[in-house]
């Protein structure tokens, strides 16, 4: 199953049996994390998994922070963004290449338009964006709106993205005992009809749960990738089989003439 996970774990490193336990339950291709609480200077390992984050030092202790551990079971690229924002982002193929950008969004941090409209312009589609926004909205289940949830209202309807989240809770109060919905999952709207959302039904020791995205038809089974083992091939018996000429391609209609070159190409194979 492919699947993308979101979780704000406050703290990598006191979380690391949690979130081991939560690869090993879902195995997900991306595992997007927040307030990562890491220096600059301290490595993160985890087996089977290759890492990208961006950290925020600020002095003597570490705050905020952002990592994507990306499967190694799914060929992935780091993604360099300009930007100011606690963000990080890769391109991942599971079925197809698909762009995951993890965000996070202090509270009492000043955000304008400008940087999350100059954010998204840098993520290639289809993509898929996932974090705590730190935003109150009805509209994924919040019983008021502040001033970051219209923010990020905007934000949305401006880029005209598809928000995932239904009314299930993300995070839970304790000083009030109460839960809220902050962390979102937003996709370019190519994505919408292909993708399930779920909020965990545990914290793992933080104060927010994780979210689920997974593939709509992937029907609860593991999936790996398929793999070619391209060094076996017999390039030569493949060229002269898939040979195109010129008159092949003559015919003034280019789609036919374009099926005609896949359909060759595909049966040489």
């Known amino acids: 199953m492919f ?19 939560i690869l090993n339950n879902f195995h997900p291709a991306c595992f997007c994390l927040q307030e990562t609480f890491l220096a600059s200077n301290i490595p993160l390992k985890l087996r089977g998994y290759n890492c990208v984050r961006k950290d925020t030092d600020t002095g003597s202790h570490s705050s905020g922070g952002v990592c994507i551990l990306t499967s190694n079971l799914y060929p992935s690229t780091p993604l360099t963004l300009h930007t100011t924002l606690q ?17 996070y969004l202090p509270p009492h941090d000043v955000i304008t338009q400008q940087q999350l409209n100059n954010l998204v312009d840098q993520v ?11 935003g109150h909205s009805a509209l994924w289940g919040s019983d ?28 839970f109060h304790e000083p009030t005992r109460s839960f809220h919905s902050l962390d979102l999952a ?19 020791n933080s104060d927010h749960f994780p979210l689920i995205v997974s593939h709509a038809d992937s029907g609860g089974a593991i999936q790996l990738p398929p ?15 898939a040979g195109v000429t010129e008159a092949m391609v003559s015919t003034a209609d280019i789609s036919e003439a374009v099926q005609h070159v896949v359909d060759i190409i595909i049966n040489a194979a």
């Open 186 to 204: 937003i996709c370019s709207p190519d994505l919408l009809p292909l993708l399930n959302f779920e909020v965990g039904d545990d914290l793992h």
């Open 3 to 21: 699947t993308y996970l979101s979780w704000n774990c406050r703290g990598i490193r006191s979380k690391l049996h949690d979130i081991r336990t």
């Open 124 to 134: 290639p589609k289809p993509f898929l964006l996932l974090g705590d926004f730190n």
């Open 144 to 171: 008021s709106t502040n001033s970051r949830g219209r923010q990020i209202e905007q934000f949305i309807s401006n880029n005209c993205l598809c928000l995932l989240n239904n009314d299930e809770k993300t995070y």
């Open 227 to 241: 793999r070619y083992l391209f060094q076996r091939a017999d390039w030569a018996a493949f060229m002269q089989l």
């Open 87 to 103: 963000a990080v982002a890769v391109q991942v193929h599971t079925r197809a290449l698909v762009t995951v950008c993890c965000i």
